[in-house]
DNA sequence: GCATATTTGTCCGTATGTATA
DNA sequence: CTATACATACGGACAAATATG
């Protein structure tokens, strides 16, 4: 019984907890979480969520104002051009470098074999975990701990902003085919190749994302 | 008096103090930080102090041990290997891809000229932050406010490795003239060139360091 | 191998300051 | 402007795990 991730902090679970709700998209963005209320729904202590709290505020998924609180982080479209550029540098690097022998091959080729079939069942929200889960692997193709984990924490961060757009169809499905033509090149040991598409691949990505959200900040905008 | 970094939270403020204690080597690495004692020395109350413990550990200043607490970091050359892999690919493609006219191009500038003064004062310490404002500034050239946080919590990572390593004019001096020969190479437009040189020269350094990490290693293993 | 002391993990009650209706 | 609600921070309590003799 020497599982570390099994009975971990109770601060550790909870944050884990929140981190999925948040990316799921449980919550609206902009929204506050009561410490008071969350933590009595949670049964856990006010203590122990602040502690939650403070590690997830630090990944960029909640945001904290002194004296006011938490809310649910909402994405600007300057934070979603930030989080692209990082994804271009670090992406296209990792793929550029790596040789194809790499371990982390097998892990692109089930994630674009998952985004097939999910496409197939129009299962939109498994073609988006598929999706992640490939770039995830091409990051990995770098070996390095420090650069999976700040990726992860990306992901996340992109992750809150695509819980936005509810239209999961629309921005996953061009995607598997893009992947597909990726691993091949990858495979064929066409690295700069690779890695090009891939750079135009995420700027085109970027641009997708941007305009669904500033149209859906037009909407708002209408709306309020 | 609405200054935000004046007033923050006192767990914040903890935070910060204690970042600032661990880069400058004030604790051993290893050592076991007690909550009650730390707590009671800092007039804070344990909770408070948790939460700081929390987020330094995260960003991997401290390590914890379920149920044993929390001890300062002790860099292995594995995570002093993966943190100058992660610096290669940021620091290259950042100066790679920068335009010359970029606004971190006078803070290099200013590092530059401070590591000089320094190294005629022989006030290595401030060598040593000069080298750290330097490779800071290369970093700005990509104009990405998340690796820039990330680019900083690096380097406070591999600061305590060199807080193991009680030689810090051997550490500093030989890349005073490095620095200053990039930035010329960075400011005649040759952006390749001053790229590769940066991979040489972080290659070179990563080995200075191990070498002397193995050295410490081996002393200690004499010792115990 | 056992009993004891120490330390962490977690919770609760509460006082104080800040924001908002 | 007052009152209320809430976040912030503290200290005490106790169980559970760990280290020590």
Redesign the pocket.
């Given at each position: 019984m020497s599982r570390t991730t099994d009975t971990?902090?109770?601060?550790?679970?909870v944050t884990e907890e929140l981190r999925s709700k948040l990316i799921a998209g449980d919550w609206e963005p902009g929204q506050?979480?009561?410490?008071?209320?969350l933590?009595e729904s949670l049964?856990?202590?006010?203590?122990?969520?602040?502690?939650a709290?403070r590690l997830l505020t630090k990944e960029g998924l909640l945001v904290?104002?002194?004296?006011?609180?938490?809310s649910v982080a909402a994405p600007s479209m300057a934070s979603i051009m930030d989080i692209y550029r990082v994804r271009r540098m670090i992406e296209c690097q990792a793929l550029a470098q790596a040789y194809p022998m790499h371990p982390a091959r097998s892990a692109m080729r089930t994630a674009v074999e998952d985004a097939l079939r999910g496409r197939e069942e129009r299962d939109w929200p498994a073609v988006g975990s598929a999706n992640m889960a490939f770039h995830k692997a091409v990051v990995a193709l770098a070996d390095s701990e420090r650069l999976d984990t700040m990726f992860t924490h990306l992901l996340a961060e992109l992750r809150l902003a695509f819980g936005l757009l509810r239209d999961p169809e629309f921005l996953h499905a061009p995607y598997v085919d893009m992947n597909a033509k990726l691993l091949a090149l990858f495979e064929a040991g066409k690295l700069t190749e690779a890695s090009n598409s891939l750079h135009d691949y995420l700027v085109h990505s970027e641009r997708i994302i941007l305009a669904a959200y500033a149209r859906r900040l037009a909407e708002q905008g209408v709306r309020a």
């Open positions: 971990q902090n109770l601060a550790d679970r506050r979480l009561s410490e008071a209320a933590s049964a856990i202590s006010r203590n122990t969520l602040r502690e709290f904290h104002e002194p004296n006011k609180g938490v």
